[in-house]
């Protein structure tokens, strides 16, 4: 049964940070790209970052980069997302996704909340 589970969301001040981690299980994690996407109220879904298979290659959205860090573990099953510096735009719910290099089907998570306000 495949499972992508985000954790670490909540509420957090203008300026502060936050570090989500989605743990996988299920499928062969070191043969995905993974990425984060955040989707908040009203607006379309959107790519926040991605991280290639084995980790050597990284893509960022405008928005965050210089802010955001996306990492992974392999030997773990796990991607993370390093949020600092967040602006209440951040608002959104995080949702964790995993996409076969090759052929396969694609997963996402259930989300997790990020409230960025004071």
């Known amino acids: 049964q495949v499972q992508l589970v985000e954790s670490g969301g909540g509420l957090v001040q203008p300026g502060g940070s936050l570090r989500l981690s989605c743990a996988a299980s299920?499928?062969?994690?070191?043969?995905?790209?993974m990425s984060w996407y955040r989707q908040a109220p009203g607006k379309e879904r959107e790519l926040v970052a991605a991280?290639?298979?084995?980790?050597?290659?990284?893509n960022y959205a405008d928005p965050v980069k210089g802010r955001f860090t996306i990492s992974r573990d392999n030997a773990k099953n796990t991607v993370s997302l390093q949020m600092n510096s967040l602006k209440p735009e951040d608002t959104a719910v995080y949702y964790c996704?995993?996409?076969?290099?090759?052929?396969?089907?694609?997963?996402w998570g259930q989300g997790t909340q990020v409230t960025v306000s004071s």
């Open positions: 996704n995993a996409v076969p290099q090759f052929v396969g089907s694609s997963y």
């Open positions: 299920g499928f062969t994690f070191s043969r995905y790209v």
């Open positions: 991280i290639g298979s084995y980790g050597g290659l990284t």
